[in-house]
């Protein structure tokens, strides 16, 4: 899939933008603050319904105005559609596809990008929060329906840790919360869902991980992911990526991550009751990630930080691609190649010249490889430069 032209209104520093854009690859280029970043963040918010910046929607709506929109023309072959969100200080946001209304929620259905940024770097770095974002986005845009699980396990969740709290300043005891169990059945059903899906996603992407690294790096430094499950951990305040008995491993049927999830919480039961808080569960697990045999958090340069981000990112798109019925996915990069040395810009060049679209930013024109540079927009203060 591709996007043949963007149009804008009122988005971040855009009154009005209409772009063309060209199979293969297309290079934005113009001075830091211009608005590259904001351009590559709208498409994608298209296939992700998030911001790989900002947490809230409203960031995105230029100041002064109470709606943007973002419009993208797709193609797949001979099919042609029309993909719209508008987003909306003080009404839901509402989207479209070929005119027609349709739910906000349903817009990764028709669009897949894959977006990497400098701020990927704490996928690495970072605390496991951004790298369980990471597998959900993924997993939403594989299969939409897991965007209703992971709803209705937030909101179980919610409910839970809401009694927790209830029960433990009113005192009451572990055997006389009957109310608790319902809600254990509803977490474990949803969670054990939630967790199976990660897992299986993981080992899809181990190998493609693998792979990616050594093409960017130009060396195998054995990178690996694996997942961590806090039902396994005996210690759930714990984030030690040296915990061998949560390390997930193989991918365990749905039967037996429930029934671990269900002793998880029963040995748990005291403690979540003094705290009032859940304490296991796919809201506490994380993707361990390694490099020669060591977690690469804490260990791993920042050349090697910024591979392994990276090479997630190229993994995910490869998993896409594998699976997809309408073509690859739109692949982002923004500004990575000013911070990569000459051999690594010319590796992630080769690397991603096989998909069909890729949009690259970029302060130095220099900086990219010329065989990524066939196509190029220069972007100044919010528009178009001819």
């Known amino acids: 899939m591709i996007v043949t032209h963007l149009t804008l209104s009122d988005f971040r520093n855009y009154e009005s933008l209409d772009v063309d854009l060209a199979p293969g690859a297309n290079l934005f280029v113009g001075s830091n603050g211009q608005g590259k970043t904001n351009l590559v963040e709208s498409l994608g918010y298209l296939s992700t319904l998030g911001s790989h910046r900002v947490s809230s929607d409203q960031a995105m709506i230029r100041q002064g105005r109470d709606t943007a929109i973002i419009r993208a023309r797709l193609a797949h072959g001979e099919r042609e559609l029309l993909a719209e969100v508008e987003l909306n200080r003080s009404s839901p946001n509402r989207a479209q596809v070929n005119r027609s209304a349709i739910k906000t929620r349903e817009l990764p259905r028709y669009f897949s990008s894959v977006l990497f940024a400098p701020e990927d770097l704490a996928l690495v770095r970072g605390e496991p929060s951004g790298r369980r974002r990471f597998l959900d986005e993924l997993l ?119 029934a671990e999830f269900s002793r998880a919480l029963a040995r748990l039961r005291r403690a979540e009751l003094d705290r009032g808080v859940s304490l296991v569960g796919p809201h506490r697990d994380d993707l361990l990630l390694g490099l020669n045999g060591m977690p690469a958090r804490g260990y791993a340069s920042h050349g090697e930080s910024w591979s392994f981000a990276l090479a997630l990112k190229l993994a995910s ?70």
């Open 317 to 386: 798109a490869e998993v896409l691609r594998r699976e997809s019925s309408t073509g690859d996915p739109v692949l982002i990069l923004d500004d990575v190649f000013a911070e990569l040395d000459e051999s690594r810009r010319d590796r992630l060049g080769a690397a991603v010249s096989s998909f069909e679209q890729v949009l690259i930013t970029a302060a130095v024109f220099d900086d990219v490889p010329a065989e990524l540079a066939s196509h190029v927009v220069r972007i100044k203060a919010g528009a178009v430069v001819e």
């Open 140 to 258: 939403v845009l594989r299969a939409p329906r897991m965007s209703g699980v992971i709803g209705d396990y937030e909101r179980v969740l919610r409910q839970r840790n809401t009694l927790l709290k209830s029960a433990r300043a009113s005192g009451v005891k572990p055997d006389q919360l009957g109310t608790l169990d319902i809600w254990d059945e509803r977490l474990v059903a949803l969670g054990s869902e939630l967790i199976l899906a990660r897992a299986n996603l993981t080992a899809e992407l181990r190998p493609e991980v693998t792979r990616a690294y050594e093409t960017i790096a130009g060396a195998d430094h054995a990178a690996t992911i694996d997942g961590r499950l806090s039902i396994r951990s005996t210690d759930p305040d714990s984030d030690s990526d040296t915990d061998a008995t949560a390390t997930l491993h193989d991918v365990p049927t749905f039967d037996e991550i429930s």
